[in-house]
T-cell receptor, first 109, second 116 residues
């Protein structure tokens, strides 16, 4: 059975304290891995798509990487505005996404 | 204006009532989706539609039905609401690129539904 597991469930960081979030997956025929950011009371906001092992993408303080079994979202020198829940999802067939449960990140000043 | 809108944003109802959640989009996308989100479980796909005449069940379709009234409108109905359908409901859209790469889904703001 296809699975997407995110860890840790929650992460508390001091401003400027870099860290990484993990997304491991067990889907066959991965077509793409997505990262979304979700703020409380809002819908998920698209961040990145990764298509193949070795690929990396960056946006401001966020950098996403992909291997054959997992993806990492690195947060470099986070600021309080980076506080959110980060969701990982995999596309294993046409247009269908399977989501992980998310990692809730809190960045304190 | 938001590209994907959902109405209502919040709804409290009673067990056994029929509820309709509506989604509209101005992105011009052919594909639309309904998800529910529960704490600790992530987003789960309820139904999806790749065009007006194509509707498919997702992972958790029991107790739900959908209607695709137009390219821009996709409604989710709970025929007889029950308390365990209390959740956040999200609509999403995507544009079929036809390149072999997966579509990117864009989400609406969500509807918080409480069934008492």
């Amino acid at each position: 059975e296809d699975q997407v597991t995110q860890s840790p469930e929650a992460l508390r960081l001091q401003e400027g304290e870099s860290s990484s979030l993990n997304c491991s997956y067990t889907v066959s025929g991965l077509r793409g891995l997505f990262w979304y950011r979700q703020d409380p009371g809002k819908g998920p906001e698209f961040l990145f798509t990764l298509y193949s092992a070795g690929e990396e993408k960056e946006k401001e303080r966020l950098k996403a990487t992909l291997t054959k079994k997992e993806s990492f979202l690195h947060i470099t020198a986070p600021k309080p505005e980076d506080s959110a829940t980060y969701l990982c999802a995999v596309d294993d067939s046409w247009g269908k996404l399977q989501f992980g449960a998310g990692t809730q990140v809190v960045v304190t000043p | 204006d938001a590209d994907v809108t959902q109405t209502p944003r919040n709804r409290i109802t009673k067990t056994g009532k029929r509820i309709m959640l509506e989604c509209s989009q101005t992105k011009g996308h052919d594909r639309m989706y309904w998800y529910r989100q529960d704490p600790g479980l992530g987003l789960r796909l309820i139904y999806y539609s790749f065009d007006v005449k194509d509707i498919n069940k997702g992972e958790i379709s029991d107790g739900y039905s959908v209607s695709r009234q137009a390219q821009a409108k996709f409604s989710l109905s709970l025929e007889s609401a029950i308390p365990n359908q209390t959740a956040l409901y999200f609509c999403a859209t995507s544009d079929y690129l036809g390149t072999g790469s997966p579509d990117t889904q864009y989400f609406g703001p969500g509807t918080r539904l409480t069934v008492l």
